[in-house]
């Protein structure tokens, strides 16, 4: 089985009519003014999660920056916390970002591949007099921190002599001294209202193996001292980041001013995407995994990449969904529904169309002979000739929907009605005669009448169908499942203002259906390639459970947005 979505990544991005968004501007014009001859960008995850659609913003944005500016973007591993990391979150990640549709530069990058050059640096501070070690423990060290109205007080190791200093540092590195027993700081300021430069920790001994560098180390530099001297040895020209890190921009300038950095980066800042109805925290996310609320990181129902490509969602929607909710310094939410539009609006120019039906009934074609099988012929997508046609086998017995049929109804009811007509999608107009019912009432099958001449043109009589409904052969099916999923949170705000998210879980999230008969022609279909299940939405084969045996297809997302509605008659 292959993967069939990483095609048409780009045919659906809008067409760029809008004005330039505030990075594009700085970069044309740092390129305008020869402040660079050509931009280096980096996505830098932590490898300690999957990722999420708040990280494809944030991927679309560097990668799309270097391929319009014509420069180059890294995939950088800021694997400073290895307790935390892990080779599978790696993985995921980059096969997210080349699913997106994205190459990165050269090797994939590992802010661990410069532990020496960082650790040389530590020790030029220390020299400098800007480092020193201290031995205060967690709880005195925020103590000593202050708060946001009041300053910080000095350490009172920060006076050790150079000397100490180095040899103290020494034996943290040679694993010395336990966890917690002391740590590397930079010497700033403690009554700085920047509480970012009150003297931060820029080494911890941590006695953790390393996913990259194995037993190597026992002491880890901070995130902090590490990401923008990282961006320096890569030459990153614009250190694309997000709102919350504004406050560190002075520390990374600090370490870049104090060091003898190749380069200097510069740091912009954007807002982060929130959606509604979902959670982008990776701790949050991770919760829901642990604690088995989804089955997994690429659980369908997940706001996670590798969930979205599960569900279903294609690369060229995601894509389109970054594009249109822009770069801004301004921090709001994003209506879920801007997302499932995108996706909709893809797969309806894309998908083939199938036919399955989800509550099989028994529809007995009564004067079709029981051994005869006709082949049909039908388009795979209603305006796209490209997409070609299948055949679909007609047979004496089928299967049409069970809520396709009713005894009586309304005028607004255009399905199968007793005594009247519809066509089958692709093939002939059918009367309803009679309705068998089990002992207690249910409609079990519907006998009806095909009426002659009808393949392709409306009845000689003039007696014209209601509607048109989806159905397959009961002999020549697919038999499978079919999950249908539905928002995992029914709040708006899942964690707004210190609300617990796992209260509002939607406890109607997925149904999953037996039994379902599908087409026989999607015995071929692909995991990851779309379909449109006509009248029903758009469904994909599902990576995890599908067999031979049982194919599993997911639905992505329905025909419409029925959210909250009832259903429409
Ligand atoms: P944490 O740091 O808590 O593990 P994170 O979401 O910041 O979580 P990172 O792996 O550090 O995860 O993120 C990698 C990059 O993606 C960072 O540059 C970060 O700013 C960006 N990013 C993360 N979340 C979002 C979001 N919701 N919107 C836009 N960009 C995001
Ligand atoms: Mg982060």
Known sequence: MSDNHSSNANEHVEVKTKPLHFIQQIIRKDLEQGIHKNIVTRFPPEPNGYLHIGHAKSICLNFGVAEEFGGACNLRFDDTNPEKENEEFVNSIMEDVKWLGFQWN??????????????????????????????LNAEQMREYRGTLVEPGKNSPYRDRSVEENLALFEKMRAGEFDEGACSLRAKIDMASPNINLRDPIIYRIKKAH?????????????????????????GITHSICTLEFEDHKPLYDWFIQHLPVPAVPRQYEFSRLNINYAV????KLKQLVDEGYVDGWNDPRMPTISGMRRRGYTPAALRNFCERIGVTRSDGVVDVGMLEFCVRDDLDKNAPRAMCVLRPLKLTITNYPIDKEEILTVANHPNRADLGERTIPFTHELFIEQEDFREEANKKYKRLVLGKRVRLRGAYVIEADEAIKDAAGNVIEVRARLIEGTLGKDPA???KPKGVIHWVSASRNLNCEVRLY????????????GKNFLESINSKNLEILEGCKAEISLADALIGASFQFERQGYFCLDSKYSTAEKPV???????????GKEEQE
């Open 486 to 497: 539905d928002r995992l949170f029914n709040d708006e705000a899942p964690d707004a203002g």
């Open 461 to 463: 009589d003039g007696v």
């Open 280 to 283: 982008t925290s990776k701790r």
């Open 106 to 135: 050269g090797e994939v990058k590992y802010t661990s591949d410069y532990f020496d050059k960082l650790y040389e640096w530590a020790l030029h501070l220390i020299k400098s007099g800007l480092a020193f070690v201290c031995d």
């Open 210 to 234: 390393h996913h990259q560098t194995g037993n190597k180390w026992c002491i880890y530099p901070s995130y902090d001292f590490a990401h923008g001297q990282s961006d320096a040895i890569e």
């Open 553 to 563: 297809f997911n639905r992505t997302i329905s025909l419409k947005d029925s959210f």
